[in-house]
T-cell receptor
Framework: DAKTTQPPSMDCAEGRAANLPCNHS???????VYWYRQIHSQGPQYIIH???NNETNEMASLIITEDRKSSTLILPHATLRDTAVYYC????????????FGTGTRLTVIP | EAGVTQSPTHLIKTRGQQVTLRCSPI?????VYWYQQALGLGLQFLLW???????NRGNFPPRFSGRQFPNYSSELNVNALELEDSALYLC?????????????????FGPGTRLTVL
């Protein structure tokens, strides 16, 4: 079962920040928030993950609310190559860890 | 470092036939996952292998099976193909021994095998 809710689609102008929200109101204390993306006809790509603190890497930033019930993935300067379906996934760090991708958010970066 | 590789890239079969898909994980990764992405249905988990053993299985019939070899490569076998088996089959790998750690769910995906059943 999906434990996350994401908008089905979003548009973003090239060069602007893309902010992709995710609701995970039933997240457990031992579950991390993971973000993956899938560019058309390719395998999914890991982007970033976090537990409760904000995280940043070379691809994106992840902002998790204090109550951990929602998060936002930020692509600071979206390019056309960022057009993809973005998946927010919550999982514990032990046990069966098959990824449940849900429907994700289709981000379209507009020139 | 080479990524996850899958073969073949594309495959066309007819109903009732059998197919074998192959996956080579990233060097040093011992866990292999298989996912099915049928058109319009999103990614569905199929199988998880770790250290040569099947660890978890998704909601698929027994005609979907696989194995993992001593070198950690893996095969996915589908018997008695049906039209609805047409899909992109994705393999992913992960380092083992990360239970409890933040990278436990970081999976690296291959490019997939696109299977068409006629």
């Amino acid at each position: 079962d999906a434990k996350t809710t994401q908008p089905p689609s979003m548009d973003c102008a090239e060069g602007r920040a893309a902010n992709l929200p995710c609701n995970h109101s039933t997240i457990s204390g031992n579950e991390y928030v993971y973000w993956y993306r899938q560019i058309h006809s390719q395998g999914p790509q890991y982007i970033i993950h976090g537990l409760k603190n904000n995280e940043t890497n070379e691809m994106a930033s992840l902002i998790i609310t204090e109550d951990r019930k929602s998060s936002t993935l930020i692509l600071p300067h979206a390019t056309l190559r960022d057009t993809a379906v973005y998946y927010c996934i919550v999982l514990p760090q032990t046990g069966a860890n098959n990824l449940f991708f849900g429907t994700g958010t289709r981000l379209t970066v507009i020139p | 470092e080479a990524g996850v590789t899958q073969s073949p890239t594309h495959l066309i079969k007819t109903r009732g036939q059998q197919v074998t898909l192959r996956c080579s994980p990233i060097s040093g990764h011992t866990s292999v996952y298989w996912y099915q992405q049928a058109l319009g249905l999103g990614l569905q988990f199929l199988l998880w292998y770790d250290e040569g053993e099947e660890r978890n299985r998704g909601n698929f019939p027994p005609r979907f099976s696989g194995r993992q070899f001593p070198n950690y490569s893996s095969e996915l076998n589908v018997n008695a193909l049906e039209l609805e088996d047409s899909a992109l089959y994705l393999c992913a790998s992960r380092k083992t021994g990360l239970a409890g750690g933040p990278s436990y769910n970081e999976q690296f995906f291959g490019p997939g095998t696109r299977l068409t059943v006629l």
